[in-house]
């Protein structure tokens, strides 16, 4: 096939383009409200943009599933405190999950 300069150029920049999309992991913090009776996350992407519309999973440290909450408009999730120790699992399906352990959260 005879390429012209311009349809190189094209093909490129699809190139590039269609992976920049993808360069972007996802982030989330969670802490204790003060009388720690919730556990509160927020989620977002390196790029500074919401995560909305996610689950957030809760975990207990047999790996049981304890609850799932979706994120709200503002990348917001909250669960009540579980009894024992668990973790917090953001798996947005195309880059690597997030995990926050109890023993990271501080109160707020």
């Not at 390429?3 to 490129?12: D, I």
């Not at 972007?24 to 919730?38: A, I, K, N, V």
Request: glycine share 6%; aromatic share 12%.
């Amino acid at each position: 096939m005879n390429r012209t300069p311009l349809h190189t150029a094209l093909s490129l920049s699809l190139a590039l383009f269609s992976t920049s999309s993808f360069a972007h992991f996802g982030l989330m913090e969670c802490w204790f409200e003060q009388d720690r009776s919730e556990v509160h996350c927020k989620t977002g992407w390196t790029d500074g943009g919401h995560a909305s519309n996610y689950d957030i999973k809760l975990f207990d440290y047999d790996d049981n599933l304890l609850a799932i909450e979706r994120t709200d408009a503002q990348s917001r999730v909250q669960f009540p405190t579980p009894a024992g120790d668990f973790y917090l699992v953001f798996d947005p399906g195309h880059e690597s999950p997030v995990e926050v352990d109890v023993v990271e959260m501080k109160d707020r």
